[in-house]
C-alpha cells in the first residue's frame, strides 16, 4: 500500500527538500499553504513530485498555527488517502530577528504559536491515526525541525530560540510515550543552511559567516534532506536530535 506523509512547511528553502525527499522515498505527500504567494510554490513542489517521482500529493489551505485549521488539514489527508498517516514532518516556522525590548508581544505570540504549537497541534491530531496502524514491523515516524537556535542560544532570536528547545523536550517527551506502540520522534536541528534568505545577504557578510563554520562552509538544503531520510530509514532511532551544523555546535 502506499505511504502518506504530511509536512508542513514544505514548500520553499529546506521544506521543499523534505518534501521532494519524501517523494523520492515513496511517500504520497501532503502539503500545506498560507497565502496565494506560498500556494503557488506549494502547487510548484507539488507538481515536481508527481512528474519526478510518481507520487500522488494533496495542498491544503492551513494555518498551522491554528488548531482548527490543523484539523482541516489532517482531516483532508484522510478523505483523500484513508486514515493511515505514515509520516509526519513538522517543519513550519518563522523569525522576528528582534531585540528583546523592542519586540511586540503579538509579534512573539505568533513565533511560539508557528514554531512550537503548530507542532503540538498536528501531533496531537496525527497521533491517533499512527497509534491505530503502527507497531514494531509498521513503524510510523515524526520529524520534527529545530535548529541550532534550540540548542544554544542566538542574539535576537529568543522567542526563536524558546520555540525550537520546545520543539526537542517536546519530541523527546512524545518519544518516551509512544516508543512501545511502534511509533518513533525524532529531531532534525538544521545549522546554517544556504536558502534565498542567506543568498541575498552581502557576500562579504556570506564568507564571515561560513568562517563562523568549523567546516569552513554553509551547509545545503540537501544535508537536511538526507537526515530526514536516515531517520525514516532508522528503525533503532528515537528521541534524537540529529543537527547537521557542520560543527558550528557541539551536542
Known amino acids: 500500500m502506499a ?7 514544505g514548500s520553499r528553502g529546506i521544506g521543499k527538500a523534505l518534501s521532494l525527499k519524501l517523494g523520492e522515498l515513496g511517500y504520497n505527500v501532503v502539503i500545506n499553504y498560507r497565502s496565494p504567494s506560498s500556494k503557488e510554490k506549494s502547487e510548484a513542489v ?17 494555518d498551522v498555527s491554528i488548531y482548527e485549521e490543523c484539523e482541516n488539514l489532517v482531516k483532508a489527508t484522510i478523505e483523500r488517502f484513508g486514515d493511515k498517516i505514515d509520516v509526519l514532518v513538522n517543519n513550519a516556522g518563522i523569525t522576528n530577528n528582534c531585540n528583546w525590548i523592542d519586540i511586540k508581544k503579538e509579534a512573539y505570540e505568533k513565533v511560539i504559536a508557528t514554531n512550537l504549537m503548530s507542532f503540538m497541534h498536528m501531533s496531537h491530531l496525527v497521533l491517533p491515526y499512527m497509534v491505530n496502524h503502527s507497531d514494531k514491523d509498521h513503524q510510523c515516524v515524526i520529524v520534527n525541525t529545530s535548529s541550532v537556535g534550540g540548542m544554544t542560544g542566538v542574539i535576537n532570536q529568543a522567542d526563536y530560540c524558546a520555540a525550537k528547545s520546545g520543539v526537542i ?11 512501545k506502540k511502534g511509533i518513533r520522534v525524532n529531531v532534525i536541528a538544521p545549522g546554517m543552511i544556504m536558502t534565498d534568505m542567506l543568498r541575498g545577504v552581502n557576500q562579504d557578510e556570506l ?31 528515537t528521541g534524537q536530535v540529529i543537527s547537521p551544523n557542520g560543527g558550528f555546535v557541539l551536542q
Open 207 to 237: 564568507h564571515a559567516l561560513a568562517a563562523t563554520i568549523p567546516e569552513g562552509y554553509i551547509g545545503d538544503v540537501e544535508d537536511i534532506a538526507g537526515a530526514l531520510e536516515y531517520i525514516l530509514k532508522a528503525p533503532y532511532l
Open 169 to 179: 523536550g517536546l519530541s523527546r517527551a512524545l518519544a518516551l510515550e509512544y516508543a
Open 3 to 9: 505511504k502518506t506523509a504530511i509536512i508542513t512547511g
Open 46 to 62: 507539488a507538481k515536481e513530485l508527481e512528474e519526478k517521482y510518481h507520487v500522488e500529493t494533496l495542498i491544503v489551505k492551513a
